[in-house]
């Protein structure tokens, strides 16, 4: 069993599906796919994209790190 839709779970299934002959199901929640990630159209009620949802921390700096 493959466990939710976002990008890591529809990873797992295409490197799954291209190596294996292994049958397995894709479960998700919602009645989407994209995980944490999505876009909404509706959300100021203006003709907009907003993207939605997970972010990407691409930058480090000693001074930004945990203790």
Known sequence: ???GCGPAGIA???DLQAV???KFIVFEARNRV???VST???I???NTSIDLGAQ???HY???NSFP
């Open 61 to 63: 700096r000693p001074e």
């Open 34 to 36: 994209g995980g944490r």
């Open 56 to 58: 990407w921390l691409h």
């Open 20 to 22: 294996s002959q292994l």
């Open 40 to 42: 909404d159209t509706t």
């Open 12 to 14: 797992a299934a295409i």
């Open 1 to 3: 069993f493959i466990v």
């Open 44 to 46: 100021f009620g203006i």
